[in-house]
């Protein structure tokens, strides 16, 4: 069946690093690809999508290219902001609903 | 205005209660959903209503039983709770059942069970 398998976390990083959150996916046919957030205390809201092969999401400086060849869909911010902590979730279509990763907590430190 | 509204948004309970949480949504969406989220940020659907009609389901146990009186609406209802119940419960809502569009969340209920 369709899945998604994400880095484990959790991800510290300091203010102004680099951002990279693993994500890869298994699915029949061609899904969308989705990146959802999740703030402490709070549901889940999208952060970007990408509906097609070499479709590149983007959002408050996050960017997640849909690679096809590697059935990839990695997050990439340039340089992460303490409040950036959060959980991310890598999601994609499948039969009439999202299929989502495990999550990954993000922790940024000042 | 919030999107997708869930109450209550804290239960604590004894095991063997019923209880209920409602979800509303005023985005005017067809399809409306109920993911669990466990201790360690894991998120499963349980349930998907569209347009009042149950088009998942996901393997629960019977002692969960959604309703739907309209379109805007879907309450879940739980019977005889038991410890493993204890999680956050995110209603969600979309514009069309294949989830191509995007999901729209609640903020949650956590449901402890003691």
């Known amino acids: 069946g369709d899945s998604v398998t994400q880095m484990e976390g959790p991800v510290t990083l300091s203010e102004e690093a680099f951002l990279t959150i693993n994500c890869t996916y298994t699915?029949?046919?061609?899904?969308?690809l989705f990146w959802y957030v999740q703030y402490p205390g709070e549901g889940l809201q999208l952060l970007l999508k990408?509906?097609?092969?070499?479709d590149k999401g983007s959002n408050k400086g996050f960017e997640a290219t849909y690679r096809k060849e590697t059935t990839s869909f990695h997050l990439e911010k340039g340089s992460v902001q303490v409040s950036d902590s959060a959980v991310y979730f890598c999601?994609?279509?499948?039969?009439?609903?999202?299929?989502f990763g495990t999550g990954t907590r993000l922790l940024v430190s000042p | 205005d919030t999107a997708v509204s869930q109450t209550p948004k804290y239960l604590v309970t004894q095991m063997g209660n019923d209880k209920s949480i409602k979800c509303e949504q005023n985005?005017?969406?067809?399809?409306m959903y109920w993911y669990k989220q466990d201790s360690k940020k894991f998120l499963k659907i349980m349930f998907s209503?569209?347009?009042?009609?149950?088009?998942i389901n996901e393997t629960v146990p019977n002692r969960f039983s959604p309703k739907s009186p309209d379109k805007a609406h879907l309450n879940l209802h739980i019977n005889s709770l038991e410890l493993g119940d204890s999680a956050v419960y995110f209603c969600?809502?979309?514009?069309?059942?294949?989830?191509?569009?995007?999901?729209?969340f609640g903020e949650g209920s956590r449901l402890t069970v003691l």
């Open positions: 969600a809502s979309s514009q069309a059942t294949s989830s191509r569009g995007e999901l729209f």
């Open positions: 699915a029949t046919g061609y899904p969308s």
């Open positions: 990408a509906t097609k092969a070499d």
């Open positions: 999601a994609l279509t499948g039969f009439q609903k999202l299929v």
């Open positions: 985005l005017g969406h067809d399809t």
């Open positions: 209503y569209n347009n009042k009609e149950l088009i």
